[in-house]
């Protein structure tokens, strides 16, 4: 156990103290390991390096791969329409690959794209007014109960490509949900499958597999030094972190 890796030792801590309980063990044990692996942890991420696992997936490029890839992606997928082929699942499936991609390109969510419907719900939904661009309504995410619901303005291109791809997805045969995204059989594809999916595709468009999360910290990374100068500004300014002070002071 204490030869894993940090991150594999957090969860195995934490499950430990679960199965303790659940089987009514002493847990006190596990319970001060769990506590100093999460500190480790933090400690760890605090530092801003790059992991082993990280550095491995990371492609070329950075975040700017992620774009280049959905460039790529679309090119097969325009092969695909050309051929005056009735609008198939499999045909389907590839065009979703290329607007997944796109979509992280500019909206670096986690593996939420699945969970949008075309319709307004409680849940999450795509807001598509007929003029102007298109939002994601983020009704159920990870931290929803202190942050609350979202809605993030999609830009012109991105709104094209989901009018586009939703044309598309119309005339499929066998699609008979409403959610944005399906699997290979038609049915609502489920977030894991697009992890997967996204894994693969990276893989072989850049020879790199990684997914959701490396794309968030690749943005994030992309956007280093306009944070770090957000950053020293509130230190300057005497505000707390995660203050949303200093932002009350600019002006249109």
Do not use: C
Request: charged content about 35%; glycine content about 4%.
């Amino acid at each position: 156990y204490k030869k894993l890796q940090l991150n594999v030792r957090r969860h195995l801590s934490i499950a430990a103290v679960k199965a303790a309980k659940a089987y009514k063990q002493n847990a006190d044990k596990w319970t001060v390991q769990m506590y100093k692996d999460s500190s480790a942890y933090e400690r760890q991420r605090g530092k801003n390096k790059r992991t082993k696992k990280e550095t491995d997936a990371w492609p070329k490029g950075g975040f700017k791969a992620v774009k280049r890839a959905s460039k790529e992606q679309w090119k097969r997928v325009k092969l695909l329409l050309s051929k005056d082929e009735e609008p198939n699942l499999k045909t389907l499936y590839k065009y979703q690959l290329f607007l997944i991609l796109k979509l992280f390109s500019e909206v670096p969510f986690r593996n939420l794209f699945p969970t949008f419907k075309l319709k307004k719900s409680d849940g999450n939904y795509i807001d598509r007014p007929k003029k102007g661009n298109w939002s994601f309504v983020v009704n159920q995410h990870k931290t929803v109960k202190k942050q609350g619901p979202k809605e993030v303005k999609l830009s012109r291109a991105n709104t094209m490509a989901l009018r586009k791809f939703l044309v598309y997805r119309e005339k499929v045969p066998g699609v008979e949900h409403d959610f944005l995204l399906s699997n290979k059989s038609g049915k609502k594809m489920s977030k894991a499958t697009m992890g997967k999916a996204v894994h693969r595709v990276t893989k072989e468009l850049l020879g790199k597999a990684f997914g959701s999360r490396l794309i968030r910290v690749l943005a994030s990374t992309e956007l280093k030094p306009e944070i770090d100068k957000v950053e020293e500004l509130r230190k300057k300014m005497l505000h707390a972190p995660g203050s949303k002070q200093t932002k009350q002071y600019t002006r249109d």
